[in-house]
């Protein structure tokens, strides 16, 4: 079983719509957890990270992590063609402090 | 704040050759970085991280007599890929944790390196 799961996709959302992307892990010890951002031939960007369960918000983003069912979701609100990338989520694993990653989902929002 | 800078952000060479590749912190310092390889459509993998001052430590399967990593600074980490060949093209980001912060992550431009 991969440590960090995630949907590849393409994931197609229409703009103005919410987009949701999803994260399992398998490490019931991570602490923390990253959503990073990711265009095409450019470099993860972080755009949020969250410690405890439930939501986390900013902006036009919400974070979700349910420790228990070892899942951490992002949701986009109005979305926008240029949200079209692909999403990274990272966990923390355990006391090495490094960020094991997911394969990520592309999204693509359509105009 | 929290910006890091790769250099250089492109470079082919040829097979057998070795290249360097710089990662600074420009804004903090930075006690940990980590250096990541990517795969055309795969996800990052941590090749080693790279303590001020201490040896790197290499995840399983990286060579590290290949990848040599110095960590000399609290701002600079490098990453020299020696005896270059085809297989090791590939996109090497760095990243770098603040000492602020004990697991956040802020990543580098990434350099991509193509081998002839």
């Known amino acids: 079983q991969k440590e960090v799961e995630q949907n590849s996709g393409p994931l197609s959302v229409p703009e103005g719509a919410i987009a949701s992307l999803n994260c399992t892990y398998s490490?019931?010890?991570?602490?923390?957890f990253f959503w990073y951002r990711q265009y095409s031939g450019k470099s993860p960007e972080l755009i949020m990270f969250?410690?405890?369960?439930g939501d986390k918000e900013d902006g036009r983003f919400t974070a979700q992590l349910n420790k228990a069912s070892q899942y951490v979701s992002l949701l986009i609100r109005d979305s926008q063609p240029s949200d079209s990338a692909t999403y990274l989520c990272?966990?923390?694993?355990?006391?090495?402090?490094?960020?094991?990653f997911g394969t990520g989902t592309l999204l693509a929002v359509q105009p | 704040g929290a910006v890091v800078s790769q250099h250089p952000s492109w470079v082919i060479c040829k097979s057998g050759t070795s290249v360097k590749i710089e990662c600074r912190s420009l804004?903090?310092?930075?006690?940990?970085m980590f250096w990541y390889r990517q795969f055309p459509k795969q996800s990052l993998m941590l090749m080693a991280t790279?303590?001020?001052?201490?040896?790197?430590?290499?995840e399983q399967g990286v060579e590290k007599d290949k990848f040599l990593i110095n960590h000399a600074s609290l701002t600079l980490s490098t990453l020299t890929v020696t005896s270059a060949h085809p297989e090791d093209s590939s996109f090497y980001i760095c990243?770098?944790?603040?000492?602020?912060?004990?697991?956040?992550?802020?990543f580098g431009p990434g350099t991509r390196l193509t081998v002839l």
């Open positions: 490490d019931r010890g991570s602490q923390s």
């Open positions: 990272a966990v923390n694993v355990g006391a090495t402090n490094k960020l094991i």
């Open positions: 990243s770098a944790r603040t000492l602020a912060s004990t697991d956040t992550q802020y």
């Open positions: 969250i410690y405890s369960n």
């Open positions: 790279s303590n001020e001052g201490s040896k790197a430590t290499y």
């Open positions: 804004d903090f310092q930075a006690t940990t």
